[in-house]
Protein backbone atom coordinates (compact mmCIF):
# COMPACT_ATOMS: atom_id res chain seq x y z
CA UNK A 1 0.00 0.00 0.00
CA UNK A 2 1.49 3.21 -0.90
CA UNK A 3 0.99 6.65 1.03
CA UNK A 4 1.09 10.24 -0.37
CA UNK A 5 3.13 12.45 1.56
CA UNK A 6 1.31 16.05 1.82
CA UNK A 7 2.97 19.29 1.45
CA UNK A 8 1.79 20.49 5.15
CA UNK A 9 -0.24 23.38 5.56
CA UNK A 10 1.94 25.98 7.39
CA UNK A 11 -0.65 28.73 6.62
CA UNK A 12 -3.64 28.01 8.80
CA UNK A 13 -5.56 32.14 7.55
CA UNK A 14 -4.95 31.21 3.79
CA UNK A 15 -5.70 27.41 3.45
CA UNK A 16 -4.60 27.60 -0.26
CA UNK A 17 -1.41 29.34 0.26
CA UNK A 18 1.70 28.66 -2.09
CA UNK A 19 4.68 27.52 -0.44
CA UNK A 20 8.19 26.66 -1.45
CA UNK A 21 10.39 22.97 -1.43
CA UNK A 22 13.04 24.32 -0.28
CA UNK A 23 14.95 20.97 0.27
CA UNK A 24 14.73 17.54 -0.30
CA UNK A 25 16.51 15.30 2.06
CA UNK A 26 16.18 12.46 0.34
CA UNK A 27 16.60 11.27 -3.34
CA UNK A 28 14.17 9.36 -5.54
CA UNK A 29 13.86 6.11 -5.28
CA UNK A 30 15.45 5.85 -2.09
CA UNK A 31 14.10 3.57 0.99
CA UNK A 32 13.12 5.41 4.21
CA UNK A 33 12.41 4.72 7.57
CA UNK A 34 8.93 6.05 9.41
CA UNK A 35 9.61 9.68 10.66
CA UNK A 36 12.84 9.99 8.53
CA UNK A 37 13.05 13.45 7.72
CA UNK A 38 12.10 13.74 3.73
CA UNK A 39 11.96 17.37 3.39
CA UNK A 40 12.18 21.02 4.18
CA UNK A 41 9.38 23.45 2.91
CA UNK A 42 8.79 26.97 3.27
CA UNK A 43 6.15 29.40 3.27
CA UNK A 44 7.07 33.06 3.21
CA UNK A 45 9.25 32.88 5.64
CA UNK A 46 8.07 30.39 8.06
CA UNK A 47 10.40 26.99 7.54
CA UNK A 48 8.60 23.47 8.55
CA UNK A 49 10.28 19.28 8.24
CA UNK A 50 8.14 17.14 6.61
CA UNK A 51 8.82 13.53 8.01
CA UNK A 52 8.07 10.07 6.49
CA UNK A 53 4.79 8.96 7.51
CA UNK A 54 5.66 5.15 6.82
CA UNK A 55 8.32 3.08 5.60
CA UNK A 56 9.08 2.17 2.12
CA UNK A 57 11.10 3.71 -1.23
CA UNK A 58 9.90 7.33 -1.75
CA UNK A 59 9.42 8.78 -4.95
CA UNK A 60 9.58 12.55 -5.66
CA UNK A 61 6.70 14.37 -7.26
CA UNK A 62 8.07 17.89 -6.97
CA UNK A 63 11.15 19.36 -7.60
CA UNK A 64 13.42 21.09 -5.17
CA UNK A 65 12.51 24.83 -5.44
CA UNK A 66 9.15 24.70 -7.22
CA UNK A 67 6.46 26.16 -5.92
CA UNK A 68 3.31 24.41 -4.39
CA UNK A 69 0.04 24.85 -2.70
CA UNK A 70 -0.38 23.75 0.65
CA UNK A 71 -1.94 20.29 0.89
CA UNK A 72 -0.65 18.87 -2.25
CA UNK A 73 1.13 15.55 -2.47
CA UNK A 74 4.59 16.27 -2.83
CA UNK A 75 5.57 12.48 -2.80
CA UNK A 76 4.72 8.79 -2.34
CA UNK A 77 6.07 6.11 -0.28
CA UNK A 78 5.49 2.95 -1.93
CA UNK B 1 20.81 -7.74 20.16
CA UNK B 2 18.79 -7.69 17.11
CA UNK B 3 19.80 -7.94 13.45
CA UNK B 4 18.35 -5.29 11.17
CA UNK B 5 17.53 -7.43 7.91
CA UNK B 6 15.51 -4.99 5.98
CA UNK B 7 18.27 -2.26 3.32
CA UNK B 8 19.81 0.64 5.65
CA UNK B 9 17.98 3.68 5.14
CA UNK B 10 19.77 6.38 4.03
CA UNK B 11 19.79 9.47 6.17
CA UNK B 12 21.08 12.81 4.85
CA UNK B 13 21.37 15.71 7.16
CA UNK B 14 22.26 19.53 6.51
CA UNK B 15 25.04 21.10 8.16
CA UNK B 16 23.15 22.96 10.44
CA UNK B 17 20.91 19.94 11.30
CA UNK B 18 24.29 17.61 12.01
CA UNK B 19 25.47 20.80 14.18
CA UNK B 20 22.31 20.13 16.58
CA UNK B 21 22.28 16.77 16.45
CA UNK B 22 25.59 16.46 18.02
CA UNK B 23 24.59 19.08 20.31
CA UNK B 24 21.60 16.76 21.60
CA UNK B 25 23.19 13.77 21.73
CA UNK B 26 26.23 15.01 24.24
CA UNK B 27 23.43 16.97 26.25
CA UNK B 28 21.35 13.60 26.55
CA UNK B 29 25.35 12.11 28.17
CA UNK B 30 26.25 14.64 29.90
CA UNK B 31 24.00 17.32 32.03
CA UNK B 32 27.04 19.33 32.52
CA UNK B 33 26.76 20.63 29.07
CA UNK B 34 24.59 23.66 28.29
CA UNK B 35 23.92 25.69 25.14
CA UNK B 36 23.82 29.91 25.39
CA UNK B 37 23.98 32.92 23.19
CA UNK B 38 21.46 35.54 21.54
CA UNK B 39 18.67 34.19 19.71
CA UNK B 40 19.64 30.71 20.20
CA UNK B 41 15.68 29.62 22.42
CA UNK B 42 12.84 30.08 21.26
CA UNK B 43 14.56 31.00 17.96
CA UNK B 44 16.54 28.12 17.04
CA UNK B 45 19.86 30.57 16.34
CA UNK B 46 19.73 33.11 13.95
CA UNK B 47 21.38 30.56 11.40
CA UNK B 48 19.30 27.44 13.19
CA UNK B 49 22.34 26.50 14.79
CA UNK B 50 20.18 25.32 17.92
CA UNK B 51 16.74 24.72 16.42
CA UNK B 52 15.02 22.69 18.06
CA UNK B 53 17.07 22.55 21.37
CA UNK B 54 14.72 24.79 23.44
CA UNK B 55 11.96 22.47 23.32
CA UNK B 56 13.80 19.34 23.96
CA UNK B 57 15.84 21.04 26.67
CA UNK B 58 14.21 23.57 28.08
CA UNK B 59 15.26 27.16 28.80
CA UNK B 60 17.37 25.71 31.68
CA UNK B 61 20.05 24.54 29.26
CA UNK B 62 19.40 26.37 26.19
CA UNK B 63 19.44 29.88 27.73
CA UNK B 64 18.94 32.73 25.73
CA UNK B 65 21.47 36.10 26.51
CA UNK B 66 20.85 39.96 26.54
CA UNK B 67 22.94 41.42 24.08
CA UNK B 68 26.20 41.29 26.54
CA UNK B 69 28.89 39.40 24.80
CA UNK B 70 31.67 40.19 27.64
CA UNK B 71 28.93 39.16 30.10
CA UNK B 72 27.85 36.06 29.31
CA UNK B 73 31.13 34.87 27.35
CA UNK B 74 32.75 35.61 30.83
CA UNK B 75 29.72 33.62 32.42
CA UNK B 76 30.56 30.48 30.24
CA UNK B 77 34.31 30.49 31.01
CA UNK B 78 33.23 30.85 34.67
CA UNK B 79 31.02 27.94 34.25
CA UNK B 80 33.52 25.91 32.36
CA UNK B 81 36.73 26.42 35.30
CA UNK B 82 33.63 25.22 37.62
CA UNK B 83 33.16 22.22 35.88
CA UNK B 84 30.27 22.22 33.85
CA UNK B 85 30.60 22.38 29.62
CA UNK B 86 29.38 24.79 28.47
CA UNK B 87 28.77 25.73 24.25
CA UNK B 88 28.38 29.55 23.88
CA UNK B 89 27.37 31.18 20.47
CA UNK B 90 28.66 34.20 19.49
CA UNK B 91 26.18 35.35 17.42
CA UNK B 92 28.95 37.05 14.58
CA UNK B 93 32.69 36.55 14.23
CA UNK B 94 32.58 39.93 13.39
CA UNK B 95 31.57 40.93 16.96
CA UNK B 96 34.33 39.22 18.34
CA UNK B 97 35.47 43.07 19.22
CA UNK B 98 33.92 43.58 21.58
CA UNK B 99 34.38 40.64 23.64
CA UNK B 100 37.82 39.77 22.61
CA UNK B 101 39.33 40.49 26.08
CA UNK B 102 36.91 37.72 27.63
CA UNK B 103 37.75 34.87 24.94
CA UNK B 104 41.75 35.72 24.41
CA UNK B 105 42.88 36.87 27.88
CA UNK B 106 40.75 34.56 30.48
CA UNK B 107 39.45 31.78 28.30
CA UNK B 108 42.66 31.18 26.27
CA UNK B 109 44.67 31.93 29.26
CA UNK B 110 43.67 30.17 32.69
CA UNK B 111 44.74 26.83 31.81
CA UNK B 112 48.40 28.44 31.10
CA UNK B 113 48.35 31.28 34.07
CA UNK B 114 47.06 28.56 36.60
CA UNK B 115 50.30 26.24 35.84
CA UNK B 116 47.84 23.52 34.03
CA UNK B 117 45.49 23.17 37.19
CA UNK B 118 42.79 24.88 36.14
CA UNK B 119 40.70 24.05 32.37
CA UNK B 120 38.45 25.78 30.68
CA UNK B 121 36.98 22.64 28.99
CA UNK B 122 33.77 25.30 26.71
CA UNK B 123 33.31 25.43 23.50
CA UNK B 124 32.76 29.13 21.54
CA UNK B 125 30.55 28.91 18.30
CA UNK B 126 29.91 31.42 15.92
CA UNK B 127 28.65 32.30 12.48
CA UNK B 128 31.17 33.70 9.86
CA UNK B 129 31.51 34.95 6.29
CA UNK B 130 29.51 36.52 3.22
CA UNK B 131 28.43 36.03 0.17
CA UNK B 132 24.87 36.94 0.78
CA UNK B 133 25.14 41.27 1.03
CA UNK B 134 25.36 41.64 4.62
CA UNK B 135 27.81 43.77 4.59
CA UNK B 136 31.31 44.66 6.51
CA UNK B 137 30.49 44.21 9.91
CA UNK B 138 28.90 40.76 9.32
CA UNK B 139 30.92 38.94 6.43
CA UNK B 140 34.15 38.30 8.43
CA UNK B 141 35.36 35.07 8.69
CA UNK B 142 38.50 35.98 10.92
CA UNK B 143 39.66 32.88 11.80
CA UNK B 144 43.30 33.22 11.29
CA UNK B 145 42.42 36.20 13.87
CA UNK B 146 41.61 33.24 16.64
CA UNK B 147 43.59 30.64 15.09
CA UNK B 148 46.95 33.66 15.56
CA UNK B 149 45.73 33.71 19.67
CA UNK B 150 47.57 30.87 21.38
CA UNK B 151 45.54 28.98 24.13
CA UNK B 152 42.38 27.72 22.35
CA UNK B 153 42.02 25.26 19.64
CA UNK B 154 40.29 25.96 16.25
CA UNK B 155 37.81 24.32 14.13
CA UNK B 156 36.13 25.10 10.77
CA UNK B 157 34.02 22.09 9.55
CA UNK B 158 32.74 21.91 5.93
CA UNK B 159 30.61 19.10 5.71
CA UNK B 160 27.28 17.76 7.51
CA UNK B 161 29.12 14.77 8.68
CA UNK B 162 32.32 16.62 9.83
CA UNK B 163 29.87 19.41 11.69
CA UNK B 164 28.74 16.56 13.90
CA UNK B 165 31.76 15.05 14.04
CA UNK B 166 34.34 17.91 15.24
CA UNK B 167 31.10 19.54 17.56
CA UNK B 168 31.19 16.18 19.63
CA UNK B 169 35.01 16.46 19.85
CA UNK B 170 34.67 20.03 21.10
CA UNK B 171 32.21 19.44 23.50
CA UNK B 172 34.68 16.57 25.37
CA UNK B 173 37.48 18.57 24.89
CA UNK B 174 38.82 19.78 27.95
CA UNK B 175 40.65 22.64 26.39
CA UNK B 176 38.31 25.77 25.19
CA UNK B 177 37.46 25.18 21.12
CA UNK B 178 36.65 28.16 18.92
CA UNK B 179 34.01 26.49 16.22
CA UNK B 180 33.48 28.22 13.38
CA UNK B 181 30.61 27.55 10.69
CA UNK B 182 30.18 29.72 7.77
CA UNK B 183 26.82 30.37 7.27
CA UNK B 184 26.91 29.12 3.58
CA UNK B 185 27.91 25.77 4.53
CA UNK B 186 24.84 25.33 6.81
CA UNK B 187 22.38 24.49 4.55
CA UNK B 188 19.67 27.01 4.72
CA UNK B 189 17.13 27.34 2.74
CA UNK B 190 17.10 31.26 2.37
CA UNK B 191 21.21 31.21 1.36
CA UNK B 192 22.69 30.43 -2.08
CA UNK B 193 21.64 26.77 -2.69
CA UNK B 194 24.67 24.52 -2.52
CA UNK B 195 24.32 20.52 -3.00
CA UNK B 196 27.28 19.89 -1.07
CA UNK B 197 25.65 21.41 2.05
CA UNK B 198 23.31 18.11 2.45
CA UNK B 199 24.98 14.98 2.74
CA UNK B 200 25.16 11.44 4.64
CA UNK B 201 25.69 11.83 8.28
CA UNK B 202 26.47 8.85 10.91
CA UNK B 203 23.93 8.04 12.93
CA UNK B 204 24.98 7.89 16.79
CA UNK B 205 27.93 8.90 18.63
CA UNK B 206 30.53 10.37 15.89
CA UNK B 207 33.61 11.94 16.72
CA UNK B 208 36.20 13.91 13.82
CA UNK B 209 39.42 14.27 15.73
CA UNK B 210 40.24 18.03 16.17
CA UNK B 211 43.91 18.43 14.03
CA UNK B 212 43.32 15.80 11.31
CA UNK B 213 43.08 17.68 7.68
CA UNK B 214 40.99 15.25 5.35
CA UNK B 215 41.37 14.49 1.72
CA UNK B 216 38.27 15.41 0.54
CA UNK B 217 39.11 14.69 -3.40
CA UNK B 218 42.35 12.46 -4.34
CA UNK B 219 44.50 14.24 -7.56
CA UNK B 220 47.68 14.30 -8.83
CA UNK B 221 48.76 17.64 -10.63
CA UNK B 222 47.84 20.24 -7.92
CA UNK B 223 46.66 20.60 -4.59
CA UNK B 224 44.50 23.07 -3.44
CA UNK B 225 44.68 23.72 0.79
CA UNK B 226 40.97 25.19 1.77
CA UNK B 227 38.53 25.41 4.89
CA UNK B 228 34.91 25.48 5.11
CA UNK B 229 32.72 26.84 2.14
CA UNK B 230 36.41 27.22 -0.09
CA UNK B 231 36.20 23.52 -0.46
CA UNK B 232 32.93 23.22 -1.60
CA UNK B 233 33.75 25.96 -4.34
CA UNK B 234 37.35 24.49 -5.06
CA UNK B 235 35.59 20.72 -4.81
CA UNK B 236 33.40 22.21 -7.92
CA UNK B 237 36.25 23.53 -9.40
CA UNK B 238 38.20 20.75 -9.72
CA UNK B 239 35.05 18.78 -10.96
CA UNK B 240 34.89 21.76 -13.72
CA UNK B 241 38.91 20.84 -14.80
CA UNK B 242 39.38 17.49 -14.32
CA UNK B 243 38.01 16.73 -18.28
CA UNK B 244 40.28 19.54 -19.48
CA UNK B 245 43.22 16.79 -17.84
CA UNK B 246 43.89 18.67 -14.31
CA UNK B 247 43.94 16.75 -11.90
CA UNK B 248 43.02 18.41 -8.28
CA UNK B 249 43.41 16.83 -5.20
CA UNK B 250 41.76 18.98 -2.40
CA UNK B 251 42.76 19.10 1.33
CA UNK B 252 40.36 20.39 3.78
CA UNK B 253 41.87 21.53 6.77
CA UNK B 254 38.80 21.03 9.37
CA UNK B 255 41.21 22.39 11.80
CA UNK B 256 43.50 25.45 12.24
CA UNK B 257 44.59 24.59 15.70
CA UNK B 258 46.39 22.16 15.78
CA UNK B 259 47.22 22.51 11.77
CA UNK B 260 47.65 19.33 10.42
CA UNK B 261 51.03 20.49 8.34
CA UNK B 262 51.83 16.78 7.55
CA UNK B 263 48.45 16.89 5.39
CA UNK B 264 49.66 19.76 3.59
CA UNK B 265 53.40 18.48 2.94
CA UNK B 266 52.28 14.98 2.45
CA UNK B 267 50.12 16.52 -0.83
CA UNK B 268 52.45 18.87 -1.56
CA UNK B 269 54.91 16.45 -2.28
CA UNK B 270 53.27 14.42 -4.57
CA UNK B 271 51.68 17.25 -6.93
CA UNK B 272 54.34 19.89 -6.66
CA UNK B 273 51.82 23.17 -6.74
CA UNK B 274 50.10 24.27 -4.43
CA UNK B 275 46.91 26.86 -4.53
CA UNK B 276 45.47 27.75 -0.40
CA UNK B 277 42.09 29.17 -0.92
CA UNK B 278 40.90 30.90 2.40
CA UNK B 279 37.70 33.55 2.90
CA UNK B 280 39.80 35.52 5.39
CA UNK B 281 42.01 38.28 4.86
CA UNK B 282 45.18 37.87 3.01
CA UNK B 283 47.85 39.14 4.97
CA UNK B 284 49.50 37.66 7.92
CA UNK B 285 46.85 34.65 8.25
CA UNK B 286 45.77 31.27 7.57
CA UNK B 287 46.89 31.14 3.43
CA UNK B 288 50.66 32.36 4.42
CA UNK B 289 50.89 29.92 7.47
CA UNK B 290 50.07 27.35 4.95
CA UNK B 291 52.55 28.39 2.44
CA UNK B 292 55.29 29.40 5.10
CA UNK B 293 54.76 25.74 6.27
CA UNK B 294 55.74 24.38 3.08
CA UNK B 295 59.00 27.15 2.72
CA UNK B 296 60.24 26.20 6.01
CA UNK B 297 60.71 22.48 5.30
CA UNK B 298 61.40 22.49 1.73
CA UNK B 299 60.81 24.82 -0.88
CA UNK B 300 61.89 22.36 -3.42
CA UNK B 301 58.85 20.43 -2.95
CA UNK B 302 57.15 23.05 -5.31
CA UNK B 303 57.95 23.06 -8.96
CA UNK B 304 55.90 26.24 -9.51
CA UNK B 305 55.39 29.70 -7.42
CA UNK B 306 52.12 28.83 -4.71
CA UNK B 307 49.43 31.09 -5.30
CA UNK B 308 47.16 32.43 -2.77
CA UNK B 309 43.17 32.79 -3.39
CA UNK B 310 42.00 35.19 -0.57
CA UNK B 311 39.91 37.93 0.30
CA UNK B 312 42.35 40.83 -0.40
CA UNK B 313 42.82 43.00 2.35
CA UNK B 314 39.56 45.36 2.11
CA UNK B 315 36.71 45.47 4.13
CA UNK B 316 33.75 43.06 2.57
CA UNK B 317 31.59 45.21 0.12
CA UNK B 318 27.70 45.00 0.65
CA UNK B 319 27.36 45.62 -3.18
CA UNK B 320 26.43 42.11 -4.75
CA UNK B 321 29.09 42.07 -7.38
CA UNK B 322 31.73 43.87 -5.57
CA UNK B 323 31.17 41.19 -2.55
CA UNK B 324 31.81 38.41 -5.04
CA UNK B 325 34.76 40.38 -6.60
CA UNK B 326 36.16 39.88 -3.20
CA UNK B 327 35.48 36.52 -2.08
CA UNK B 328 37.73 34.02 -3.34
CA UNK B 329 35.15 31.93 -5.68
CA UNK B 330 34.93 29.78 -8.64
CA UNK B 331 36.27 32.16 -11.07
CA UNK B 332 39.65 33.20 -9.05
CA UNK B 333 40.28 29.54 -7.85
CA UNK B 334 40.30 27.99 -11.10
CA UNK B 335 42.75 31.18 -12.54
CA UNK B 336 44.84 29.95 -10.24
CA UNK B 337 45.14 26.62 -10.73
CA UNK B 338 45.82 27.73 -14.31
CA UNK B 339 48.59 29.88 -13.13
CA UNK B 340 50.59 27.00 -11.34
CA UNK B 341 49.78 24.42 -13.89
CA UNK B 342 51.12 25.94 -16.83
CA UNK B 343 53.49 23.93 -18.69
Keep these: MSSLVLFPALSKETPDAEGVLATWFVSEGST ?18 VPAPAAGVVHLLVDEEAVVRQGAPIARID | MTIMEAPQATRRLTTSKAMVEAIAQEMERDPSVFYMGEDVGAYGGIFSSTTGLLET ?37 DFMGV ?12 HFESGGHVQVP ?39 ADAKGLMTAAIRDDNPV ?14 VKNPRTLDEVPEGEYVVPIGKARVAREGSDVTVVSLSLSVHHALDVAEKLAPQGIDVEVIDLRSLVPLDREAILTSVGKTGRL ?22 VDPGLLVMPAQRVAVPDVPIPYAHDLEYAVLPRHDRIEKAIHAVTIR
Design chain 1, 32 to 49: VAPDQLLAEVQVDKVAAE
Design chain 2, 57 to 93: FGPQRIIDTPISETAFIGLGIGAAVEGMRPIVELMFS
Design chain 2, 99 to 110: CLDQIYNHMAKI
Design chain 2, 122 to 160: MVLTMAAGGGYSDGAQHSQCLWGTFAHLPGMKVVVPSSP
Design chain 2, 178 to 191: VYIFHKGVMGLPWM
Design chain 2, 275 to 296: VVVDEDYLSCGVSGEVVATVAE
